[in-house]
């Protein structure tokens, strides 16, 4: 069964540990990174976002495929689906087709719109017990076709947008989505605690996991990150294990060319990353 992400992250926080948001695609990584999380027990999120949801034939489709999953594959460690970057519109469709978080990116509206629309979410999400992620500072990098510069947050914006009840932050703190360039600046840590200071005991939410040195997770996780996104590195380790397959000629040997055999390396490669992930995070045993 769905749970809201609440639980599982304010135990994150406590325990000074991060769980894994991971993004899917379709069939194969949503299995992927459930027999993970339950292989690992680790609580796990999973991320869809608007352009995803729209590809897998629509939010029922999404919903009712993890739930069978969850039921089918006996995943016992506790599972958010969660919709990334979302809009108000988005928002209502994930929470009616029954996605068990949303996460709401008001981040591109001015600070007072943005308060306006995460109030009006506030009171739906905490009726029917869904955890709900705000954004504040836009995060850097391609999301869905928008391009941002990965700005830093204004931490007294981030304590305003805090204080309508939401259950997690995302706050701007310098990181991009994708693969970083190679004169990026790294994490602002100042903005961080800053925002971290303003915010109290608010799990706060690192997108753009792809790519961020180690030590450098470690750290955040440390100021108070319990949510960290991971996207585009589940897809680069899918596509370089489907290439080294074709580039084998494994897929003209035998029925090689059988989509359970074409994808079988990909879905391995994810699992992989997702493990490497969730040690790194420090979810391991903790569902």
């Given at each position: 069964?769905?749970?809201s992400?609440?639980?599982m ?6 325990g000074?540990y991060?769980v894994g948001q991971?993004?899917?695609?379709n069939?194969?990584w949503?299995k992927?990174?459930?027999l993970t999380?339950?292989?690992?027990k680790?609580?796990v999120?999973l991320?869809?976002s608007e352009?995803?949801g729209k590809?897998m034939?629509?939010?029922?489709t999404?919903v009712?495929?993890?739930n069978g ?5 006996n995943?016992?460690?506790p599972?958010?689906?969660h ?13 009616n087709a029954?996605?068990?978080?949303i996460?709401f ?7 007072e719109e943005?308060?306006?629309?995460t ?6 999400c ?7 992620e ?5 995060i850097?990098?391609e ?7 990965g ?6 914006e981030c ?5 309508l009840?939401v259950?997690?932050l995302a ?24 925002v971290k200071?303003?915010?109290?005991d608010m799990?706060?939410?690192?997108h753009?996991?792809t790519?961020?040195?180690?030590d ?11 949510k960290?996104?991971?996207?585009t ?8 294990a ?5 580039e084998a000629?494994?897929d ?9 055999k074409?994808?079988?390396p ?19 045993g903790k569902?």
């Open positions: 069964m769905l749970v992400a609440k639980e992250l304010n135990k994150a926080r406590e000074k991060a991971f993004n899917i695609n069939l194969e949503t992927a990174i459930l999380a339950e292989e690992l680790s609580p999120i991320g869809v352009g995803a590809y034939c629509g939010y029922k999404v009712g495929m993890v999953m969850l039921e089918e594959l995943i016992t460690v599972v958010a689906l919709l990334d970057h979302g809009s108000f519109e988005g928002a209502k469709a994930c929470i029954g996605f068990s978080s996460m990116d008001g981040s591109h509206y001015p600070i943005n308060i306006k629309m109030t009006a979410l506030v009171n739906t905490d009726v029917l017990g869904i955890s709900l705000a954004e504040v500072g836009s850097g990098g999301e869905d076709g928008v391009i941002g510069a700005e830093c947050a204004d931490p007294n304590k305003a947008i805090a204080d009840g259950t997690m706050a701007g703190i310098g990181n991009i989505h994708g693969k970083y360039p190679e004169n990026w600046a790294g994490l602002s840590f100042d903005t961080l605690a800053a200071e303003k915010v109290g799990p706060l939410v690192l753009g996991g790519g961020i040195p180690e450098m997770i470690k750290k955040a996780i440390s100021l108070g990150v319990a960290i996104n991971v996207n590195e589940c897809q680069l380790s899918f596509a370089a489907t290439r080294e397959y074709v000629g494994k003209l040997q035998g029925k090689g060319f059988d989509p359970r074409l994808l079988a990909g879905f391995e490669a994810i699992k992989a990353t997702v493990k490497e992930k969730m040690e790194l995070f420090g979810s391991v569902a």
